[in-house]
């Protein structure tokens, strides 16, 4: 196949490319099978040998799949969001891993849970998960219900605000609650800011998050050691150095 060998010869960034994912899962991977599948790709989504290679050297396993089984996932998306070609390869770039999660266990449940548990339109959802493809690779039980859980019981957002931040601002689902929402929900509390700045604000580094509130740097790294979850730092008990507000 063109694509296939076309990679396969492609020197790439440090001699990357369909090669390099060979080399690094040789046990896995039958030679003219993931050449196939690299036809089938740059076929199906129209890629660039450049294009091929990045989807190949982010996600390589792909290629130990069958065509029959990524044309399967590539369908369900398509079919599924309404995508469009452009779309669909769009998806595939940012978040090649989707093309290896199973329909009926990952793909289906987590877009039909963002659906309902958002009260998206159909356009809605598909305008999330293009801007925010990660989002399918995200567990409903261990990652996307604690999240919007803590959102809707700890800073007290819900319905068509929590609605609203999340279309705005997809990646919000991605942060870390242990690491970011919880330490920044003690610090709130802990200076008396509001805490709806902990969703709101969830984007900004440790040290925009600080300077904001009026809080050190060490101040908010001493939460984030102590793990920011006991009840005595929620609740705001624990001496802080505040700046001016």
């Not at 989707?98 to 266990?105: E, G, M, V």
């Not at 790294?221 to 793990?227: A, N, P, W």
Request: with cysteine; net charge neutral.
């Amino acid at each position: 196949g063109h694509s296939g060998r076309a990679l396969g010869r492609y020197p790439g960034e440090g001699g990357q490319g369909r090669g390099h994912a060979l080399a690094k899962y040789p046990q896995r991977f039958d030679a003219r099978e993931a050449e196939k599948v690299c036809d089938f790709l740059q076929s199906r989504l129209e890629l660039e040998t450049t294009e091929l290679m990045s989807v190949a050297v982010r996600h390589p396993m792909l290629l130990g799949r069958t065509v029959d089984a990524i044309a399967q996932k590539l369908d369900f998306l398509q079919s599924r969001l309404n995508l469009d070609g452009a779309e669909l390869k769009r998806i595939v770039l940012k978040q090649p891993s989707a093309l290896s999660y199973s329909i009926d266990n990952n793909l289906a449940p987590t877009i039909d849970w963002l659906k309902a548990n958002f009260s998206l339109t159909e356009a809605e959802l598909k305008t999330l998960v293009l801007r925010f493809p990660n989002v399918l690779s995200y567990s409903i039980d261990a990652n996307l219900a604690p999240t919007i859980d803590f959102f809707e019981h700890e800073l007290n957002i819900r319905g068509p605000d929590l609605r609203a931040a999340i279309l705005a601002s997809p990646q919000r689902l991605s942060y870390s609650l242990s690491n970011r929402y919880r330490p920044r929900l003690a610090a709130c509390r802990a200076v008396g800011a509001d805490l709806r700045l902990v969703l709101t604000c969830a984007d900004h580094t440790d040290e925009q998050f600080c300077k904001r509130r009026g809080l050190t740097l060490e101040d908010y790294e001493r939460l984030k050691s102590r793990g920011a979850v006991d009840e005595s730092t929620c609740s705001g008990s624990v001496s802080l150095s505040v700046g001016p507000l």
